[in-house]
């Protein structure tokens, strides 16, 4: 079982539309997560990170996080052609410095 | 500035050569990444340097060898290069601390043939 799963997609949602993306992590000290955009032949740029059970809001996106369920997700509202990517989760133990990465989920947004 | 800057952005070698990648960072970050990209965009971490110290060593093949001069270098020696090698090489850094995140570079897109 990988550490920290996403469903690869691809995901295609229409413009203007709300795209959601889950991701799910099976190592309970992980404290920290973490979403990253990355377009392609680009490299990783992070979005959002979020550690409090919750919802986390910036601009039009919205992180949520369930330490219970151990599950991540972020939320794209009025979703643009320009958000078409692939988005990266990742999840941080509180005693490791470095991300361990989902392997994404592909995000077409269709004008 | 670039913040994490990488070379060579493309390199493309024959099996068997040994061949190096380069990685800068003017963050003034303590820890430094290597991080192996597949071709299912999964990325996976390799090598950790804190402070030109050798902190993570994930299971990946010896013929890999990190090198850190300082804590604003992390470089990726290769030898002996094969097919399977073939992926997209990111270095990254990031600041000590609870919920810091990491900065990736522009990747190097590695292609043995």
């Known amino acids: 079982q990988k550490e920290v799963e996403q469903n690869s997609g691809p995901l295609s949602v229409p413009e203007g539309a709300i795209a959601s993306l889950n991701c799910t992590y099976s190592d309970r000290g992980s404290q920290s997560f973490f979403w990253y955009r990355q377009y392609s032949g680009k490299s990783p740029e992070l979005i959002m990170f979020?550690?409090?059970?919750g919802d986390k809001e910036d601009g039009r996106f919205t992180a949520q996080l369930n330490k219970a369920s151990q599950y991540v997700s972020l939320l794209i509202r009025d979703s643009q052609p320009s958000d078409s990517a692939t988005y990266l989760c990742?999840?941080?133990?509180?005693?490791?410095?470095?991300?361990?990465f989902g392997s994404g989920t592909q995000l077409t947004v269709l004008p | 500035d670039t913040a994490v800057s990488q070379t060579p952005k493309y390199l493309v070698t024959q099996m068997g050569n040994d061949k190096s990648i380069k990685c800068e960072q003017n963050l003034g970050h303590d820890t430094m990444y290597w991080y192996k990209q597949d071709s299912k965009k999964f990325l996976k971490i390799m090598f950790s340097?804190?402070?030109?110290?050798?902190?993570i060593n994930e299971t990946v093949p010896n013929r890999f060898s990190p090198k850190s001069p300082d804590k604003a270098h992390l470089n990726l020696h290769i030898n002996s290069l094969e097919l399977g090698d073939s992926a997209v090489y990111f270095c990254?850094?990031?600041?000590?601390?609870?919920?810091?995140?990491?900065?990736f570079g522009q990747g190097t897109r590695l292609t043995v043939v």
């Open positions: 979020i550690y409090s059970n």
């Open positions: 990742a999840s941080r133990r509180s005693s490791a410095r470095q991300l361990t």
């Open positions: 990254a850094s990031s600041q000590d601390g609870a919920h810091t995140e990491a900065f």
């Open positions: 340097y804190n402070n030109k110290e050798l902190i």
